[in-house]
């Protein structure tokens, strides 16, 4: 199920930096999240396994199936909108998984998103928003409340921009040692300022919902981009500081 990935030389260096003990793995299978057979390949590459052992209690009773999974007692690696690169640290080491359907992406964006990985790792950030919300992910529900699907993908954009707080300073400083991936990151950034420029716009003409309108404007916290109201207010270090506290809040106003 499992290779070991050669490493750039970059990417190799952003390993040692930010997660020195790391395993990079090719998958032979694409998933959302990895079934069983795979799940035990894993375990015999890696000395432990530590669940994340969300609590359940944490749903409400119309979440998606596939998040009670998550918040279940057993390994639950990868989760739908983690694109084509996984990671996990509910094992020992912890471990970066690439996706076949990255194939056909030039090599330096796949080496970005490897590298992002790693220092998301190395930054501690949660690997689900569960981990971001716990018990309050329930409040930040009843605060949106929308549809369980698009308080799924909300959440997950909210989670995603509060880790981007935490590593765009990294990417923002990669020009000159890492100067490839600092132009894939960058690169990927202009390709979405146009989006974010109409963003608004396309929700008032019903041409995008509300959930990837969160989707896109959270990866622009990502890119360090100027996103729009109502999500540039997760653009803020208050946001980094205070995390689901401030996203309930965050959902409140959304929602008033």
Not at 136 to 146: G, K, N, S, T
Request: glycine letters at 10%.
């Amino acid at each position: 199920m499992f290779d070991d990935r050669d490493l750039a030389p970059e990417v190799s260096a952003v390993r040692d930096a930010h997660a020195p003990d790391a395993l990079v793995l090719d998958s032979d299978g694409d998933f959302e999240t990895l079934p069983p057979a795979a799940l035990d390949d894993l375990g015999g590459r890696v000395d432990d396994i530590d669940p994340a052992g969300y609590d359940p209690s944490w749903l409400l009773g119309d979440a998606p199936e596939l998040l009670a999974r998550c918040a279940g007692p057993d390994l639950t690696v990868g989760m739908p909108g983690d694109g084509a690169v996984a990671w996990t640290v509910q094992t020992d080491p912890p471990a970066v998984i690439v996706k076949p359907r990255i194939e056909g992406s030039p090599a330096e964006f796949v080496d970005f998103l490897i590298a992002e990985a790693l220092v998301e790792i190395g930054a501690g950030v949660p690997e689900q928003f569960l981990g971001l919300f716990g018990a309050q992910y329930a409040d930040f529900a009843a605060a949106l409340d929308a549809a369980p699907g698009t308080t799924y993908q909300v959440a997950a954009a909210v989670c995603d921009a509060y880790r981007g707080l935490h590593t765009s300073p990294v990417f923002a400083n990669w020009g000159g040692e890492r100067d490839r991936l600092f132009a894939a990151w960058s690169d990927a950034g202009a390709q979405l300022q146009p989006r974010l420029d109409d963003l608004m716009a396309d929700v008032a003409r019903g041409d995008t919902d509300f959930g990837d309108a969160a989707e896109l404007a959270c990866a622009g916290v990502k890119h360090g981009l100027d996103v729009p109201a109502p999500f540039g207010a997760l653009a803020v270090e208050a946001f980094r500081d205070h995390g689901a506290e401030y996203a309930v809040r965050w959902a409140q106003k959304v929602r008033d």
